[in-house]
T-cell receptor
Framework: SQTIHQWPATLVQPVGSPLSLECTVE??????LYWYRQAAGRGLQLLFY??????ISSEVPQNLSASRPQDRQFILSSKKLLLSDSGFYLC????????????FGPGTRLTVT | QKEVEQNSGPLSVPEGAIASLNCTYS??????FFWYRQYSGKSPELIMS????GDKEDGRFTAQLNKASQYVSLLIRDSQPSDSATYLC????????????FGKGTKLSVIP
């Protein structure tokens, strides 16, 4: 069966510091990978998605970036965090078809102070 | 702006009753529809997917889709206190899209 991991589970970072969140998927190959953010009082917002190694699509302009160095690894980064970057960051995967179901990891709760 | 709308609630139902959750979407080209359950502080969990008009049943859950009315709903029969959570409607907007657009969710409270 497929498993998706995210770490760290929680993170408190000062404004202006860098960020690196990691997501890995087990039990499947060539998954589509996604990064979402859920801010307090707001809905889930798609940040990035990837259909293959090195292929990243950005949905929202921001100071975040994403990379996919390996087939089942997805990384979310920032060089300088803003207060507005606080939120619940969720990684998700789906099989190759664009219409298929997306499954979420446990998430990383980020607080920028 | 392509949107997915849900009543934010809270929706309160007594234990054993039917809970009805509703969602409307703006893009007529949407093909895939999903319901997620999210407990407080946890990540969303997929509970139902529906792709064609009509009803789809899975245990106590029934998803209903009406593409002409751009409306999707989730019925929970014999509601239990453990069903208390926020339910998120998600829509893949447009054919071939990878982008799931979520509603803001409806908070359900099942009263023992």
């Amino acid at each position: 069966s497929q498993t998706i991991h995210q770490w760290p589970a929680t993170l408190v970072q000062p404004v202006g510091s860098p960020l690196s969140l990691e997501c890995t998927v087990e039990g499947t190959s060539n998954p589509n990978l996604y990064w979402y953010r859920q801010a307090a009082g707001r809905g889930l917002q798609l940040l990035f998605y990837s259909v293959g190694i090195g292929q990243i699509s950005s949905e929202v302009p921001q100071n975040l970036s994403a990379s996919r160095p390996q087939d089942r690894q997805f990384i979310l980064s920032s060089k300088k965090l803003l207060l507005s970057d606080s939120g619940f960051y969720l990684c998700a995967w789906s099989s190759g078809s664009s219409w298929s179901e997306q499954y979420f990891g446990p998430g990383t709760r980020l607080t920028v102070t | 702006q392509k949107e997915v709308e849900q009543n934010s609630g809270p929706l309160s139902v007594p234990e054993g009753a039917i809970a009805s959750l509703n969602c409307t979407y703006s893009d007529r080209g949407s093909q895939s529809f999903f319901w997620y359950r999210q407990y407080s502080g946890k990540s969303p969990e997929l509970i139902m997917s529906i792709y064609s008009n009509g009803d789809k049943e899975d245990g106590r859950f029934t998803a209903q889709l009406n593409k002409a009315s751009q409306y999707v709903s989730l019925l929970i029969r014999d509601s239990q206190p453990s069903d208390s959570a926020t339910y998120l409607c998600a829509v893949l907007l447009g054919a071939g899209s990878y982008q799931l657009t979520f509603g803001k969710g409806t908070k359900l409270s099942v009263i023992p």
